[in-house]
């Protein structure tokens, strides 16, 4: 079903003898200034057909100028409607772009926080391991003397020559210590 466009803008209805009566002293409506031409005679039907045609044409070219200015209107607000659209793609653009920048900056914020937090923590680690490494050293350094001093230890060395040994030991026991020193012949066969 077509959709008829509303009753009053169709032009038979603004006619003359389709209009219901009225008052003879409102004029139609124009666009602009415009010098209209009144026809007054009394007697004869000629003048009355002019009249009827001068305002059949006036209202003609008055609806004319409307359908014009609404098509010029309608122009207008579609240009209206795509630069805004136009404009408001570019802000929105213009907020991706912002958008990505404050991500890169949080992400780079981020990983020199962790960064930073992660070298404080090695660094806390390492200290302690150090703390600890000369505890250790302390320990076995104390634990060696008294383990030497308990048990007792022998150290030496030797030199062997063509027909004789030479030795030298050194014994710990606790806290004394003895040190020997020994020349041994071979006997040596003819």
Not at 68 to 83: C, G, M, N, P, S
Not at 149 to 163: A, M, S, V
Request: charged residues 20%; contains cysteine.
């Amino acid at each position: 079903m077509a959709l008829s466009p509303p009753p009053l803008f169709l032009p038979e209805l603004w006619l003359k003898e389709n209009r219901p009566e009225r008052d003879v002293t409102i004029k139609p409506l124009t666009m602009g200034p415009k010098k209209v031409k009144v026809v007054t005679t009394t007697t004869t039907t000629t003048t009355t057909t002019t009249t009827t045609e001068n305002e059949r044409v006036v209202f003609i070219q008055a609806w004319w100028r409307g359908t014009l200015v609404r098509r010029t209107l309608l122009h207008l607000a579609l240009r209206v409607r795509v630069i805004q659209c136009w404009w408001k793609q570019q802000l929105a653009i213009l907020l991706e772009r912002k958008r990505r920048v404050a991500l890169v900056l949080y992400a780079q914020e981020e990983w020199a926080v962790v960064k930073l937090q992660s070298w404080v923590r090695m660094w806390r680690i390492r200290l302690r391991f150090c703390r600890l490494l000369h505890a250790v050293h302390i320990i076995q350094a104390y634990w060696r003397w008294h383990s030497c001093h308990t048990r007792g230890l022998i150290q030496g060395h030797y030199d062997l020559k063509e027909n004789q040994l030479n030795l030298q030991l050194e014994i710990t026991l606790g806290s004394q210590a003895c040190k020997v020193q020994q020349c041994i012949p071979f006997p040596i066969k003819e």
